[in-house]
């Protein structure tokens, strides 16, 4: 049964890293830019919301009808200033900028926050309750999360495929010369994708601080391994790949944790690899078939 | 077919556009040195020239996609050198690229509802698109990486046509279609033209250039060579200022007269 067990928590925590993942995938899929400081900005909104809450006293769930357009107001800001700046340089020259600016977010979190790891809602029935399901021990908090990624997954696609804005930013992804013949500032359109993926970031850093703790340093060697992982698992570019590729490392992290509890982190990258080895272009992927 | 094919150009009233001694380089190379235009409301003002003549850099430069080292572009009257291209597609500078450049990934009327986002007021709807060109109806939901060469530079004409362009630059048109596809594509010109349209298109192929235009201009190495309406020219001196042979350059806008 443990083995049972294993597989359904991997699953739903898959919905976790589905919620860093998309955000990661649309922002290169997009613009081209490989956010380094995309885990970084997830604690932030998690320090955010704990900052709302303490403040405000809304209720935990409800904080991130603030954080969310909070973050997309800075990701678009973030977009029109030192992305695009470094944008309009080289490639290259985004990963410099986003490795900075993850330095600089880590560092300052540091400084006015210290090291200590915080919680998101500790205590809520929501966090730490469960049920049960013969053995099995299901968290109310993961089905939440995971539902949250498949809710948010489906906004995206919806997003994507039917409104205006959704788009002009595939066209602009797949020939921004062109969409300003149309008539389209891809520069505004680039900020809307960086917008709408730091309001998944806020939601993945919300549901992290409260499935596990927030600390400056989680960015980084959390969030970040595993929303790339997760990308790169799925297929690059493919918006229901970040949920299949969250739910495979999952799996393959609670399987690891099954067998010993410090392979873990271990089993998640040894899957990792062996997609990176045996199939780069992801298990869903956009361009292969054709 | 087009508005004046071979009589007195309109040359009485304010040009739409203007081109004024345009240098523009692309590094080192100078690609064009001094070039001057005017295109009046209703024309169709064909450049001709030979591969690198700087046919294409004019026309992007026209539409915003390179600045210019000197020179403006001057649009209904007013400066539009600066502007960004987007700026220029609103106000109504609309250009068909060299390629087709659909949106690969897009379907055929996604590409048109891109091109009709920021659109000026005027006579193109989808819907028009449809019918003027029936086939695309059926197959709107196609991605248009899809479609046929010829087929794929129609939904790009439709794409431009709705944004309610006034002027429509048209760049290598025939470029990688077989010639029957061609001959269809410009047969559609009129039609177009009907709605009160512009057209500056850039062309490789001279007999169909002379065929469409009202007036042509030859590109040389970055400079003019030839000017003027398909039937004040010879064949000769066509041929002279295309491949700029001795003893060309007797048209209307001889190399060197720029100051």
């Known amino acids: 049964m443990s083995w049972v067990n294993a597989i359904i928590q991997g699953i739903l925590v898959g919905g976790l890293y589905a919620l860093f993942a998309c955000g990661l995938s649309l922002m290169f899929g997009v613009m081209k830019v490989v956010n380094l ?3 970084d900005l997830a604690v932030v909104a998690g320090y955010i919301a704990i900052g709302v809450i303490t403040v405000t006293h809304i209720p935990v769930l409800w904080s991130f009808l603030i954080v969310v357009p909070v973050m997309a107001v800075l990701g678009y800001v973030l977009q029109r200033t030192i992305l695009q700046g ?20 880590e560092n300052g979190l540091l400084q006015f926050f210290t090291a200590n790891t915080r919680g998101i809602g500790t205590g809520l029935a929501l966090v730490s309750g469960s049920f049960s399901i013969g053995s099995i021990q299901i968290g109310y ?35 921004k010369e062109a969409a300003q013949l149309a008539g389209a500032d891809y520069r505004h359109v680039f900020g809307i994708a960086a917008a709408v993926a730091f309001g998944t970031v806020a939601l993945g850093g919300i549901a992290y601080g409260m499935y596990a703790q927030l600390a400056p340093t989680t960015g980084t060697d959390t969030i970040l391994l595993f929303a790339f992982a997760a990308v790169v698992i799925g297929g690059l570019g493919s918006l229901w790949g970040t949920l299949l590729g969250g739910v495979v ?12 509890i410090s392979d873990e982190t271990l089993a998640g990258f040894i899957v990792f690899l062996a997609v990176l080895a045996l199939r780069p272009q992801g298990l869903i992927s956009r361009g292969a078939q054709s | ?13 304010t040009p739409l556009l203007e081109v004024r001694d345009l240098v523009v380089h692309h590094g080192q190379l100078r690609a064009l040195d001094g070039i001057s235009l005017r295109v009046f409301p209703g024309e169709v003002y064909a450049i001709i020239g030979a591969n690198g003549a700087g046919k294409s850099t004019l026309l992007r ?13 001057l649009f209904d009257g007013k400066d539009v050198t600066g502007l960004r291209p987007e700026r220029r597609a609103r106000q109504g500078i609309v250009m068909v690229p060299e390629g087709r450049r659909l949106f690969g990934s897009l379907s055929v009327e996604e590409n048109l509802q891109v091109g009709a986002t920021f659109a000026r007021e005027g006579p193109w709807t989808i819907e028009r698109v ?11 939901n196609q991605t248009a990486s899809q479609l046929s060469g010829g087929e794929q530079q129609t939904v790009a004409i439709g794409r431009a046509l709705l944004a309610n362009p006034r002027v429509l630059l048209l760049d290598e048109l025939s470029l990688g279609l077989a010639p ?11 039609q177009i033209l009907a709605a009160g349209l512009t057209v500056l298109l850039v062309e490789q192929d001279v007999s169909q250039a002379l065929r469409v235009a009202s007036h042509i201009h030859c590109l040389l190495e970055g400079r003019t060579t030839l000017e003027g309406t398909p039937a004040s020219v010879s064949a000769d001196q066509v041929e002279a200022a295309y491949f700029g042979l001795a003893g060309a350059a007797p048209g209307s806008a001889p190399e060197g007269s720029e100051s």
């Open chain 1, 37 to 39: 400081a995309h885990g």
């Open chain 1, 86 to 105: 470094a944008l309009d340089r080289s490639v290259l020259a985004t990963l410099m900028v986003t490795f900075g600016l993850s330095v600089v977010i």
């Open chain 1, 141 to 175: 908090l993961l089905v939440v999360i995971f539902a949250t990624a498949v809710v948010v997954l489906l906004g995206l696609q919806y997003f994507l495929s039917a409104s205006r804005y959704g788009r002009l930013i595939r066209a602009v992804a797949d020939d």
């Open chain 1, 249 to 260: 490392l999952g799996v393959a992290q609670q399987i690891g944790a099954q067998i010993s």
């Open chain 2, 1 to 13: 077919m087009s508005a004046q094919p071979n009589g007195e150009r309109p040359e009485s009233g």
């Open chain 2, 61 to 73: 430069t026209i539409a915003g996609l390179h600045s210019p080292t000197a020179g403006s572009v």
């Open chain 2, 130 to 140: 449809y019918e003027t060109f029936d086939w695309m109806r059926e197959r709107r």
């Open chain 2, 180 to 190: 029957v596809v061609v001959q269809r594509i410009y047969g559609m010109l009129p």
